[in-house]
């Protein structure tokens, strides 16, 4: 063996043997007990950067240990092909999107491939491939025929200019995030799955996944939302004029006609609103009540320029529950008043207003400010009333205070009939008296709603549906599918170039046989990776998997991406394995036993002196290479495209090798928090491979036994493994940091030999290029990647000796390492004859000896 690691020649030199031999490529008909480990599968949106590469070497990591267990792992890798990057580059490069990804999609490859990780290339997918969508597209229509899939009029977010349909994620302070247009809210005709059917399921699922993050599955329960309330109707009043606003109302100059807005929900004969709440214990603290802008009381006002105008800024806002949460609270005092359901004299003033949505509850809320921040600020800038109407311990005056809304416990006070309850009981009594007198019921309400699956562009799934005059919607029948996307396609000019194709959507209905059209429209890219997992572990080509080999896999042992994805996609791919389970194609309900969010790998961002952003590799010495101008150093944040501050690792890899790069990644921070990139950190990982090296270059037979070595060594073995199930790789490595040491001031003897020989099988999994070099060099046989794990010696797990304290009058004086369970007599003898104890004790027996078992020794002189 030479004396220094050759990584490029051995980096090459095993990845060919292990693609070669097919080493990683997973037997369905394995004897051994499976074991299914997954990344979140990429986008190839061009290069890798440190972040894929520390999530990838994660799950290889564990992919590799569960291997040297003795299981059969399938641990594969595919693309999310599919999106509108795609399309963006059509537009911007003159390309198509499908040349564009593939060619991102073999650089991207060719880069996983480069740092060595044991995936199963055998059974790789992209989305993109009609072989894969058409499965997408058979199941959408197995949904399709269940009754799980249906069409409806809805409002989207719309962006005016790349003039598609943008998901809530992509709409940026009230701006589309690629045009920033103003997005608009439209209602278009759209496709939905019905993820509401198992909001039951998806909720009490949960609590089965017990190898999950606290923090995520409290983000989905939050987002499926279940809330147990009342559901009542206040009665709207139409005053003969309306009443002027302080600002953003209408004014009392209006004509009267303004104010009748039609039509309006009936009730018994009268006009009304319907409201939900989670608490009716705070009725008689209600201050106003405010309705969506797309809402038929704000609707039928419309003709209204104010109020048209004020609908209009509604749509230009925030249309998720966190932008809602944040962005600045906004009124329209229709004039209208509700009446109160306990005082008929009561009248609240009804507002349109901005935080209020049709796609949550009933699309209007009352606001009892004393109790609710976000009614609390709405009140304060309309000068509304706020009324205590829950005791903050002895504070239970009607004038409430102050800008911060009290949500805690208390008695119920200026509540009338209710003064005195609890919450609970209140809340109970005034569902019970709505019950009673007929203008409410208690009810369950959901914040998740159905899946909209519609996408306006042409990069995705075609859905497989044809629309004729006289049937209505067609499926497309199974022997025409898939449904392939047409290569001749325009990005000229903004919209969805399915619309424009002269021929594609142009067919014959499948029932009928009259000409029909196509449905232009793609599936929404979760789709797509809402099932990928599936055909990962069975891909037959007649059919989208097969059930019992899709099932001898599945659930995912481990799953490992970004906490970004925490909510929708695993939401999504959660429902379904469920819908899937519900006709009969999978007897599997939750796809992934195991979770892990890693943290980010984050970089110094920086920006050249006209404000652009600039990447690692434009800097240098605070200057930009090609200017010469001082740059402006920025934050340290996630690594990201727009801010340019990724790093590529195909240059670190080369000159470091990949081992290096593999070990820095596990070693510098817990993986579940984020890792800051640094020059310094990586070459200290190289230096530590270059250690690891000499030791095997060392390694030779000796005799005699080093018992503190044996222990050490056994230790670590029990102790990585533990590491690695727990995904606590900078702990592992912690250890093994201190095993190399122990090893390196090590006499020769037979204890050091063994220790160096375990020493390559437990670093396997994180450097297995240098472990298989050296197992080969050690005349080892077979690859190590096909190894097991070295045994451990429970015996050697325990240590026999400890370290105690010898104190005197409670002062530390000494410490002694002893026998485990040494006799009392034997334990005080010992300190008694500690020098530094005797200088202590000047000559002087001691007046009590306490002795706390293999701990302490206390000396009171």
Not at 5 to 33: C, G, H, I, M, Y
Not at 359 to 380: I, M
Not at 440 to 466: C, E, K, N
């Amino acid at each position: 063996m030479a004396s220094r690691f050759n990584a490029l020649k051995a980096d090459a030199a095993w990845q060919k043997v292990w693609e070669d031999r097919a080493t990683f490529a997973a037997r369905d008909d394995s004897p051994k007990p499976k074991s299914y480990v997954l990344e979140m599968f990429p986008y190839p949106s061009g290069k890798i950067h440190m972040g894929h590469v520390r999530n990838y070497t994660m799950g290889d990591v564990l992919a590799r240990f569960r291997r040297m267990q003795g299981m059969e792992v399938l641990h594969p890798m595919g693309w999310d092909a599919f999106g509108m990057p795609a399309e963006n580059a059509a537009m911007e490069r003159g390309v198509h999107p499908g040349g564009w990804t593939y060619e991102n999609i073999a650089t991207m490859r060719a880069q996983l491939k480069r740092l060595g990780f044991a995936l199963d290339w055998t059974r790789e997918l992209a989305t993109c491939d009609p072989a894969y969508y058409g499965h997408e597209q058979a199941l959408f229509l197995d949904l399709y025929a269940a009754g799980l899939v249906y069409r409806k009029e809805s409002a989207v977010n719309w962006d005016p200019v790349d003039m598609t349909v943008l998901a809530n994620e992509q709409v940026i302070d009230g701006r589309g995030w690629r045009s920033g247009a103003l997005v608009e809210r439209r209602k278009l005709s759209q496709w939905f799955l019905k993820i509401t059917d198992f909001a039951d399921e998806l909720l009490d699922g949960l609590g089965s996944l017990e190898k999950w993050p606290d923090k995520v599955r409290l983000m989905q329960e939050n987002w499926i939302g279940k809330s147990v309330g009342l559901q009542f109707r206040f009665v709207l009043n139409l005053p003969s004029r309306l009443r002027e606003g302080s600002g953003e109302g209408l004014s009392s100059t209006q004509t009267p006609e303004h104010s009748l807005p039609q039509p309006l929900p009936q009730a018994g004969g009268e006009q009304s609103v319907e409201v939900f709440t989670t608490r009716p214990d705070t009725i008689f603290g209600a201050s106003f009540v405010a309705v969506a802008a797309d809402h038929p009381i704000a609707q039928g006002l419309a003709d209204n320029p104010q109020v048209a105008a004020f609908i209009a800024r509604c749509k230009q806002g925030g249309t998720t529950a966190a932008e809602l949460e944040t962005q600045e609270k906004l009124g329209f005092d229709t004039g209208l008043t509700a009446t109160h359901p306990f005082d008929p004299t009561w009248q609240l003033p009804v507002y349109i207003a901005n935080f209020v949505l049709m796609d949550y509850g009933t699309g209007a809320v009352f606001g009892v400010p004393a109790h609710d921040q976000r009614d609390l600020d709405f009140a304060r800038k309309y000068d509304l009333p706020v009324t205590r109407v829950v005791g903050d311990g002895d504070r239970t005056d009607p004038l409430f205070e102050g800008n911060e809304a009290y949500t805690g416990p208390g008695a119920l006070v200026n509540s009338r009939f209710l003064d005195g309850m609890d919450i609970d009981a209140a809340k109970r009594a005034v569902i019970g008296r709505a019950e009673a007198e007929g203008w409410g019921h208690g009810t369950t309400v959901w914040r998740l709603r159905d899946w909209g699956v519609s996408r306006q562009r042409y990069w995705g799934t075609p859905i497989p549906i044809v629309h004729c005059d006289d049937c209505g919607a067609v499926a497309v029948p199974a022997d025409q599918l898939p449904v392939v996307l047409p290569e001749d396609v325009s990005f000229d000019i903004p919209g969805n170039p399915l619309d424009r194709h002269p021929t594609w959507k142009h067919v014959d209905c499948p029932a009928c046989g009259k000409p029909a059209r196509r449905e232009t429209d793609t599936l929404d890219t979760f789709v797509d990776s809402s099932w990928y997992f599936i055909r990962f572990a069975s891909q037959p080509q007649d059919k989208p998997f097969d059930k019992a080999v899709a099932e001898s896999w599945l659930p995912v042992a481990q799953y490992i991406g970004g906490v970004e994805h925490a909510i929708l996609h695993l939401l999504y791919a959660r429902f379904w394995t469920r819908a899937l389970r519900h006709i009969g194609k999978l007897d599997v309900a939750e796809p992934f036993a195991g979770l892990f969010t890693q943290g980010m790998v984050t970089h110094e961002t920086y920006k050249s002196a006209s404000g652009k952003w600039l990447s690692p590799e434009e800097v240098r010495d605070g200057t930009e290479i090609a200017t010469g101008e001082a740059i402006t150093l920025g934050r340290i944040e996630k690594m990201s495209k727009s801010k340019k501050n990724t790093v590529d690792p195909t240059g670190i890899v080369d000159q470091y090798g990949a081992d290096a790069v593999r070990w820095f990644m596990l070693s510098d921070s817990p993986p579940e928090r984020d890792l800051q990139w640094s020059e310094s950190g990586i070459e200290g990982a190289w230096r530590f491979v270059q250690r690891l090296w000499r030791l095997f270059d060392a390694v030779e037979p000796a005799e005699g036994q080093d018992k503190a070595l044996d222990r050490k060594l056994h230790q670590t073995i029990a102790g990585v493994a533990g590491d690695i199930e727990a995904l606590q790789f900078n702990k592992a490595v912690a250890k093994l940091y201190e095993l190399v040491s122990a090893i390196e001031k090590a006499a020769p003897s037979a204890s050091r030999t063994a220790a160096i020989r375990a020493l390559v099988r437990i670093v396997a999994p994180m450097t297995p290029h240098i472990a298989e070099e050296a197992w080969a060099a050690m005349g080892a046989e077979g690859l190590i990647a096909d190894a097991l794990w070295p045994e451990v010696d429970p015996a050697l797990l325990v240590e026999d000796e400890v370290t105690i304290a010898i104190q005197v009058n409670g002062k530390l004086r000494d410490t002694l390492t002893i026998p485990r369970g040494m006799a009392r007599e034997a334990v005080e003898a010992a300190a008694l004859a500690s020098p530094n104890v005797l200088r202590v004790l000047d000559g002087k027996p001691p007046r009590k000896v306490i002795v706390v078992p293999d701990r302490l020794v206390n000396l009171v002189a």
